[in-house]
Structures are given as C-alpha cells and as structure tokens.
C-alpha cells in the first residue's frame, strides 16, 4: 500500500506541476486555450487522485463489491470529463480552442503516469528498501 500512496502523491504533484507549465504556455498563445489546459488538467489529475484512493480503498474488500464500485467510480469519472469537456466548449464555441486545451489538459495526468511508470522514479532506491541506509 505504501508503494501506492507514494505513487499516487508524486504522480498528483507533477500531474499539477504540469498543469501550470502547461496553463502558462498555453496563455502565451491564448488566454481561453490557458484555461482550458487548466482545467482539464485539474480536473484529471482530480479525477485521478479520486480513482487511486478508491483504489486503495478496495484492495480489502471482496470481488463481488469491487465490480460495482469500480464501474460506479468509473461512470462518474466520465461523467466528470464531460462536464468539464462542455465548459471548454462553452469558453469558446466559434473556434473550439477552449475544448481543445481541456481534451489535451486532460491528458496530462496520463502523460505524468506513463513518466512515472518508466522511469521508476516513485520507487524507493536501493539504499533504503528497508528503511535504513546500507
């Protein structure tokens, strides 16, 4: 579990830490595309901090409940996307730029997991895989 939470806590911080590089570039070019890549990228790295607790959270519990749930939290998730996809949209409907910075905020969080997935970096160095240094 404590492998999860340390992943989960990095993957959160440089999930935002990208949202605001992200959000900064992109109101250099445009100020609605700004705050669609910050928008959707909060409203990943949310919808993903959301989903690893849960995950957490079932890991004790028995097969038969972790169906339900995970498609309940999934639906939600969804859910979430497409509220957050229709206030891009409503930011700029002529030219779709806000849409288009929250589908690619969006994005961001998988971007950071992918990172974090092959590079290793949320996991403990062999210094200190048992707790004391060698």
Request: aromatic share 12%.
């Amino acid at each position: 579990m404590e492998t999860l939470r340390r992943f989960r806590l990095l993957a959160v911080r440089l999930g935002l830490l990208m949202t605001a590089v992200a959000a900064f570039g992109g109101f250099a070019f445009d100020s609605v595309l700004g705050k669609g890549l910050l928008g959707g990228g909060i409203a990943g790295v949310l919808a993903f901090w959301i989903i690893a607790r849960q995950t957490e959270k079932l890991a004790n519990l028995p097969r038969e409940k972790i169906h339900s749930l995970t498609y309940r939290w999934t639906a939600l998730r969804l859910l979430f996307y497409g509220v957050v996809l229709v206030w891009g949209y409503r930011l700029d409907p002529d030219s779709l730029r806000g849409l288009l910075g929250v589908a690619a905020g969006l994005f961001i969080i998988q971007l950071v997991v992918v990172f974090l997935g092959i590079t290793g970096w949320d996991l403990k160095t062999g210094d200190d895989v048992d707790g004391k240094d060698r």
